[in-house]
Structures are given as C-alpha cells and as structure tokens.
C-alpha cells in the first residue's frame, strides 16, 4: 500500500512504531480504515509479534504516541507479547481501547482448561491442586491457595495469570481447579 502525503508528514518520514527509516509502507489498522506508517522489519513480524520479539521492544516509546491508530497497534502488539507491566501502564481513551480490543477479538484462540477440562474465563477463581515452586520469587505456591480474579495470557491457553502471596505470576492451568 501506498503512502499519502498527509500520512507520511505526519509520520516525519519514519516508522510510527520503531522510528526506523527504511522499507516503509502504509499499514491499515482494522476494522477502522485508519493506516500508520510501519517499516519493512515491522511489517514482517507484525501478524505473529512472538517471531521477533525482542524487535519490539520500540513499543515502550510508541506507546506513549498521540496518535490513537498508533496506540491502538501498540496496545495490539503488547497484548500478543504478554508485556503486562506496559499494558498496566498505557491509557487508552473507551473509544480507543474498543477499537484494539475489537482487532483482538478476531484471532481464534483455544481456550484454557483447568486440570478437569473446565474451561477458565478472565476474572475465575481457580484452586492451585498441587505445591508449585515459584522460579525467582522464592516461594512455594501451596495446595489449596485461592487466586482470585485470573488473567488469560494472550496466544498461550495452557497459562493463565494470577495474584498468590502477593506477587502477580504465570501458573501452569493443568494445576489448577476452577472454584464455582
């Protein structure tokens, strides 16, 4: 796709997401018809964000962009990332976060299941059935703790997110028991 005149002023000639000057194209950001400027890096990994990860990295000044499709491929991006800390820290006007929320609804993923089978849901409370050790905040996750108010982790159905002790980690979904 081309770009417009307007499109790359505003841009400054550079890639609205890493900055870099090289192999730009207009890239429209769905289901609205509103384009940003990427580079030819960006737009190689942008459908599957986990094949470069460490490119994307520039979304920790893109982020903080003004431009309202620019958020939005940054609030996208981070999210496919499983980059919480900057999600937690980006706002995004109602309007703004629909639109990214809505491009995220389309990808197909499988659900997540506790050890029964039970499909898990953001916000469940799940039971851990098994002592966990806890890799570098040195403690043990025990039989029977209670975490309250889940998070999915985007593109991976066998983690989910949640509170123990605490300390905000990934838990492992085949130890863990929905709670009705």
Known sequence: MGIDKALMERSGGKCELCGSEEGLSAYTVAP??????????????????????????CLHDSMWSTEPAVQVMAFR????????DQLDML???????????????????EPTRDANGTIL??????SI?????????????????TVKNIRMVPGDPTHIQGRVNGTMIFILSEYLKKLS
């Not at 509103?34 to 030819?40: D, L, N, R």
């Not at 991006?77 to 919480?84: K, R, S, Y």
């Not at 849901?121 to 799940?126: I, K, L, M, Q, T």
């Open 32 to 57: 609205r018809d509103e384009a940003i400027v990427i580079c030819s890096t960006c737009a190689a990994s942008i459908e599957d964000p986990m094949s470069d990860e460490k490119h994307w990295n």
């Open 129 to 145: 059935i098994k002592d966990l050790v806890v890799k570098g905040a040195g403690f043990t996750a025990k039989q029977g703790t």
């Open 91 to 109: 706002y995004l006007e109602d309007d703004v976060r629909a639109w990214a929320e809505e491009g995220l609804k389309n990808e197909t993923q």
């Open 77 to 84: 991006l981070l999210t496919q990332l499983g980059a919480q």
């Open 121 to 126: 849901e953001e916000g469940d409370s799940v």
